[in-house]
């Protein structure tokens, strides 16, 4: 740790991280597994399930490589997470391919994150999560998908949208079906909140804090 950022520390005062941003550059997928997750288990009257660890609502992360400390907690000279985004993360990151969990996790394990969230089994058979659309697709969602788009409106719960930033990169945000035409993104990188049409989210396109966006693929969950 840098000694300058070690002395620092002495002088910060407790607080708590934030629960609904991702605490980590690449914690986007458990962040939205964790919002669209509760929310499922909230309407449907289901368990929560999480470990232990997660009762006092932060934990303490050795490894703060890629941590953002300005959505991270602080307590007893430690930088904290938010706990269940972090379990999330132990429990549901590919072992192999993403031991540390600094790594982002892909469509698997965005599904395992729901399951572990909703059953507490990353690996549990349901519920069903659907994918619809591809990352690499010519055409829009409402050209190759229509019919599943409009299933996951009808649902009314919310369910994961993916992109391809303008810097290059992938990221995950919540949408909320608001009507049959409308929904309201949610991006957990920053908090932004906003309502756009069906065909502003899946065609023409939508602006956030981080730029111009066209949701390539869904992810939702189906009973």
């Given at each position: 740790m840098n000694l300058l950022f070690a002395n620092d520390l002495h002088s910060v005062p407790d607080y708590t991280p934030?629960?609904?941003?991702?605490?980590?550059i690449n914690w986007c997928w458990a962040v939205v597994a964790k919002i669209v997750g509760l929310e499922y288990c909230r309407r449907n009257n289901f368990p929560i399930h999480f470990s232990a660890n997660t009762c006092c609502g932060m934990v303490a992360r050795k490894d703060h490589r890629g941590l953002r400390p300005h959505t991270c907690g602080f307590a007893h000279r430690e930088m904290t997470v938010d706990a269940l985004q972090f379990d999330i993360v132990e429990h549901?990151?590919?072992?192999?391919k993403n031991p540390d969990g600094n790594l982002p996790e892909d469509d698997e394990g965005k599904a395992r994150a729901l399951r572990y969230v909703i059953t507490g089994n990353p690996y549990s058979q349901t519920p069903?999560?659907?994918?619809?659309?591809?990352?690499s697709?010519?055409?829009?969602l409402l050209s190759t998908s229509a019919a599943l788009v409009d299933e996951a409106?009808?649902?009314r719960t919310p369910f994961i949208g993916n992109y391809l930033l303008e810097d290059g990169n992938y990221h995950s945000v919540v949408l909320f079906p608001i009507t049959e035409s409308q929904l309201e993104l949610y991006d957990p990188w920053d908090g932004y909140k906003e309502r756009f049409s069906k065909t502003q989210i899946f065609r023409t396109g939508?602006?956030?804090?981080?730029?111009?966006?066209?949701?390539?693929?869904i992810q939702y969950i189906r009973p």
């Open positions: 934030n629960s609904i941003i991702q605490n980590h549901a990151k590919d072992y192999f069903e999560i659907i994918v619809a659309g591809f990352h697709d010519v055409y829009d409106i009808k649902l939508f602006l956030t804090n981080q730029g111009k966006g066209i949701i390539k693929w």
